[in-house]
């Protein structure tokens, strides 16, 4: 067993009797340490063990904490530790595996009378209160604590009350938005312009619809890019039916892309809505609105969700 080169740190520097001490060994090893162990029982009369942490600070580099609480002054022997390290190319393998041998340095423990040099008994003091005043100072200190929930009762009330008026506004806004793009979507099925316009005008709607809605740069984004600021604004936390109403809009936004850019092209017949394919888009769309605007109980979690992490 070879007996390893330490470095040892007690913290706090003086630690008394009934402190929380804890000893931090330093030191070095080439080999992965599988486990640790102390090599005696330990005496409970003389220290009490909280935690034993090992940790891998470096390269090669270990420091191995000792928290403990001492029971008497003086020097405090606490025991070896063995290290078990693996070798070869399987290094969770511990049947190749051998020991290494820390030694824990004698700790001394301080004792506050002799730093003191106290040698006798305190002589009796005067009292600190004048007789029959103590209810007073309980009273005081009752009144004190219940102005102090009163207090902590009436912020957390006003950030409810803040929150809820907050919420109220944002859906106001989120159904005047709705009925907006709905109204301008039905708007174009009587419309007698060219295709290539009546896709530019679904785009610029449904864009102007997700910026308000999410609040991010959709109207900035490429089609192909749709779903992926979309998975950004909800955080990942959107329903299944919500994320299939987006997909829904994505798809929608590269085909009139097509129709957008495609037209005077060699084979260009798929450049044009065919027929009903306008009122087919429009009702999709129209339902992805529905979808995304519908509230339940995952909407308000995601919703919930969204807000929270804005915040971090």
């Known amino acids: 067993m070879v007996t390893l080169n330490t470095q040892q740190i007690l913290l706090p520097k003086n630690v008394y009797i009934g402190d929380s001490a804890e000893l931090r060994i330093s030191f070095t090893s080439p080999e992965k340490i599988v486990s640790y162990k102390f090599t005696e029982d330990l005496d409970y009369r003389d220290y009490t063990i909280e935690n034993v942490e090992l940790l891998e600070s470096g390269l090669n580099y270990y420091q191995l904490s000792i928290n403990f609480i001492p029971w008497k002054m003086g020097k405090i022997n606490l025991p070896s530790l063995e290290l078990q390290v693996a070798q070869g190319e399987n290094q969770e393998n511990t049947e190749n595996s051998h020991n290494l041998l820390i030694k824990v340095e004698p700790v001394e423990i301080l004792s506050l009378v002799e730093q003191n040099k106290v040698t006798g008994l305190r002589s009796f003091e005067n009292p600190l209160l004048i007789p029959c005043t103590s209810?007073?100072?309980?009273?005081?200190?009752?009144?004190?604590?219940?102005?102090?929930?009163?207090?902590?009762?009436?912020?957390?009330?006003?950030?409810?009350?803040?929150?809820?008026?907050?919420?109220?506004?944002?859906?106001?806004?989120?159904?005047?938005?709705?009925?907006?793009?709905?109204?301008?979507?039905?708007?174009?099925?009587?419309?007698?312009?060219?295709?290539?316009?009546?896709?530019?005008?679904?785009?610029?709607?449904?864009?102007?619809?997700?910026?308000?809605?999410?609040?991010?740069?959709?109207?900035?984004?490429?089609?192909?890019?749709?779903?992926?600021?979309?998975?950004?604004?909800?955080?990942?936390?959107?329903?299944e039916n919500k994320y299939q109403a987006a997909e829904t809009i994505s798809a929608i936004f590269i085909r009139t892309d097509y129709v957008r850019y495609a037209q005077g092209a060699i084979n260009s017949k798929n450049a044009n809505f065919l027929e009903n394919e306008k009122e087919e888009i429009i009702q999709k769309l129209i339902e992805s609105i529905e979808c995304m605007e519908k509230s339940t109980k995952a909407n308000k979690l995601e919703n919930e969700g969204i807000k929270e992490a804005e915040n971090v």
Do not use: C, W
């Open 135 to 239: 209810y007073k100072i309980y009273a005081g200190l009752i009144l004190i604590i219940l102005l102090l929930i009163f207090s902590i009762r009436l912020i957390v009330r006003h950030k409810q009350v803040a929150f809820f008026l907050k919420m109220q506004k944002q859906k106001r806004k989120y159904r005047k938005n709705k009925r907006k793009t709905i109204r301008h979507l039905r708007a174009l099925l009587k419309s007698k312009k060219e295709d290539k316009e009546i896709a530019g005008y679904i785009q610029a709607i449904m864009r102007k619809y997700l910026e308000v809605r999410f609040d991010k740069p959709f109207s900035k984004t490429v089609s192909s890019k749709i779903i992926s600021l979309y998975n950004q604004a909800t955080y990942g936390l959107a329903p």
